[in-house]
């Protein structure tokens, strides 16, 4: 038993201990998701440290008379050259259906191309907190961001 906690601390410190490739200072794009997401968001990533950043999504939906915001913290580890993968946190409120709260989680893989553009697929599980939002709603989206 003491060996099975010994390896899995060691994985944990390392997982959280690697560096990530050095981050864009800012990123602007467009989020598409399917699922129970709004379909389209415009995202801005700004960096908050050399693996660490914050993303905001905003989207409408329903001739523009609803709205979806989200606020995510993000960890970004390095996996091979220009591929990066990342997972975060946070939450958002959305007007669909009267105000609603949820809270997020992601999880997703970026690619940096030489020229400033930036890829990426992710998924997206949201809990509803409160509003007209229940229970388990969830996306996976393709990302196209410019950065600088």
């Known amino acids: 038993m003491k060996k099975v906690l010994l390896v899995l601390s060691l994985v944990f410190t390392a997982t959280f201990t690697m560096n990530g490739q050095e ?20 995202s801005y990533q700004k960096s908050l440290g050399d693996s660490n ?19 995510l ?21 959305v007007s ?6 949820y809270g ?4 997703g893989i970026e690619y940096n191309f030489d020229a400033p553009i930036l890829i990426s697929i992710d998924y997206r599980p949201e ?5 007209g939002l ?3 709603n969830s996306d996976i989206a393709l990302a196209v961001r410019y950065q600088f």
């Open 134 to 136: 229940d229970g388990l």
């Open 104 to 107: 997020a989680g992601v999880v």
């Open 73 to 93: 913290y993000q960890w970004v580890w390095n996996l091979e050259n220009q591929f990066n993968w990342y997972a975060g946190v946070g939450g958002g409120i």
């Open 23 to 42: 981050i864009s200072d800012n990123a602007i794009g467009l989020r598409f998701s399917g699922g129970n997401g709004v379909g389209g968001e415009v």
């Open 127 to 131: 809990i509803g907190v409160s509003g």
């Open 96 to 101: 669909a259906g009267g105000t609603g709260i």
């Open 53 to 71: 950043r914050l993303e905001i999504d905003l989207g409408l939906a329903n001739e523009f008379t609803d709205f979806k915001a989200t606020g």
